[in-house]
């Protein structure tokens, strides 16, 4: 199994900040087979990017994508739209879900969109604080995972990665915690007995991903956490060196 370390940029940067920062990060990284380093700028961003990048040390993913493939959806971007650009995109953030209020519908129907297409997508998945404090938890799980893959078939399910991103561990979310790794192995746990379950085969081919105030200090005891197969960081990964930090980290932590 890969380890995958994703960088989700949300809403920061101008192309050419963008671009600055990828110069940077292209002179430091050292590929290392099985780790795959992704970055997530703005949409805007990826086309010019998508020609100064190098494929074998970083790839790109989308933050978002509609579910449509083409048509009157103004102010959408289709993933078949992103197609040649990207081999990653975000879907279902919790930015997404609850700031610009995306349905479920909506996530199954981009997840499916993105497999369609040939792009894999990282379903983001998560239970609030409150839902949490109610012992939810499972029932948020395995919910979000039932209506988000409802569109994949079993045969497409190693072309999905999933991360557990925990609202209230999220850096940018008021009052947010550091998960410790007892939270997030028990969660990860619902995850793969949930796949397992619905899917009636080892899902050990679906990467699940951790992410929620993911930084160098603690990186390397997430990665160690049974069943996480890599980080997905959004705080830490608007630096290149700490970024850099992480990669390093990961690559030995997962020799
Ligand atoms: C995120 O928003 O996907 C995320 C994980 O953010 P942070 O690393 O800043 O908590």
Redesign the pocket.
Known sequence: MKTYIVG?W?MNFTVGESSIYLHKLLKKITPKKGLVVAIAPSTIALQPLSLQIDRKKIRLAAQNCCGKDYGAYTGETAVSQLRGLIDFC?IG???RRFVFNESDKMIREKVAACVRNGITPIL?IGETESERAFGETADVLKDQISTGLADVSREDLDKVII?Y?PVW?????KG?KVAVPDDISSSIDIIRKHLKDTYGKSTDETPVLY?????PSNCGAYLTIPGVNGL??????LIADQFNDIIEIAKRVTA
């Open positions: 989700n949300k975000i953030h919790s930015e983001c991360a991103e561990a999220i850096s940018s979310v947010a992410g929620g105030s993911v930084n997905l960081i959004g705080g830490s990964s």
